[in-house]
T-cell receptor
């Protein structure tokens, strides 16, 4: 069974550009989470989807970040416009239920220059 | 690797010795704790968890200890192997929050042959 997969694995963009990260959760997992670790900081929660609905987006840093999960399958996280401080590693995780083990993807390393 | 710029405490341990990794948490309301292992180029991988109604839980070669009085969590790895070299994170949450996890800063474990 495929695990959580994220695309791309690495993205380098210029300040002001737009980047879209994609996450494919484990098939059948209704719960999908985005986390990120920016340089020098801990891994931080961004948001939680249950199917296509945003259950909790309290961790989204600002309105330059937009997460979607149309159809309740894969999810995208768009950063527009990207700023230098957005550089870091963005993780996606999925779980069958909200209180069962969350499985993490390998992450997307975003570098904004 | 993705930890560039993130200054992690490092534990160097001789192969075959036991490792102890410590973590302090801050939220008294947290009632669920997880240890994750992250190898280079991969996402966090679940190792073991413990709920607040327990003070010890054992897995295969790993033991987690929870001291709620001082809000301290530890992970013990028995007979450390080269494959145990990784960054280890503790994470906490409040049960009702599901997988909205708060991560610690991480500890790098280096196993010397």
């Amino acid at each position: 069974e495929a695990g959580v997969t994220q695309f791309p694995s690495h993205s380098v963009i210029e300040k002001g550009q737009t980047v879209t990260l994609r996450c494919d959760p484990i098939s059948g997992h209704d719960n999908l989470y985005w986390y990120r670790r920016v340089m020098g900081k801990e891994i931080k929660f961004l948001l939680h989807f249950v199917k296509e609905s945003k259950q909790d987006e309290s961790g989204m840093p600002n309105n330059r970040f937009l997460a979607e999960r149309t159809g309740g399958t894969y999810s995208t996280l768009k950063v527009q416009p990207a700023e230098l401080e957005d550089s870091g590693v963005y993780f996606c995780a999925s779980s069958l239920f909200s209180n069962t083990e969350a499985f993490f993807g390998q992450g997307t390393r975003l570098t904004v220059v | 690797g993705e930890s560039v710029g993130l200054h992690l405490p490092t534990l160097s341990v001789q192969e075959g010795d036991n490792s102890i990794i410590n973590c302090a948490y801050s939220n008294s309301a947290s009632d669920y704790f997880i240890w994750y292992k992250q190898e280079s180029g991969k996402g966090p991988q679940f190792i073991i968890d413990i709920r607040s109604n327990m003070d010890k839980r054992q897995g295969q070669r790993v033991t987690v200890l929870l001291n709620k009085t001082v809000k301290h969590l530890s992970l013990q790895i028995a007979a450390t192997q080269p494959g145990d070299s990784a960054v280890y994170f503790c994470a906490e949450n409040i049960g009702a929050a599901g997988n909205k996890l708060t991560f610690g800063g991480g500890t790098r474990v280096l196993v010397k042959p």
